[in-house]
């Protein structure tokens, strides 16, 4: 069984920064790609950051420049620090992970319960 549990959320006013990190823990063969995604009520689940195993990294339009994502492939952590923080980016952040549990296994998607970040104006 696979884990991603995830820390660092909460209520920050505008410009403000938030550290997002997330754990994956279990059998854990290989992680290829770490990911940041959000959602609000009512709109689908966008993805915000991703990152590879070799460190190439993927931002969404709305938060290059504002956001860096990073991971620690040792610890199979992936952080978000999220700052100049805007109202829009209030939102439930999910983090994701695409991995193997075996060496002969299938790669599958795995996420966490979700964090809640609310940036007040």
């Known amino acids: 069984q696979v884990q991603l549990v995830e820390s660092g959320g909460g209520l920050v006013q505008a410009g403000g920064s938030l550290r997002l990190s997330c754990a994956a823990s279990g059998t854990i063969f290989s992680i290829n790609v770490m990911g940041w995604y959000r959602q609000v009520p009512g709109k689908q689940r966008e993805l915000v950051a991703a990152?590879?195993?070799?460190?190439?990294?993927n931002y969404a339009a709305s938060v290059k420049g504002r956001f860096t994502i990073s991971r620690d492939n040792a610890k199979n952590t992936v952080y978000l620090q999220m700052n100049s923080l805007k109202p829009e980016d209030t939102a439930v952040y999910y983090c994701n992970a695409d991995l193997k549990s075996g060496r002969y296994y299938p790669r599958s998607d795995y996420w966490g319960q979700g964090t809640q970040v609310t940036v007040s104006s």
């Open positions: 990152i590879t195993a070799g460190g190439s990294t």
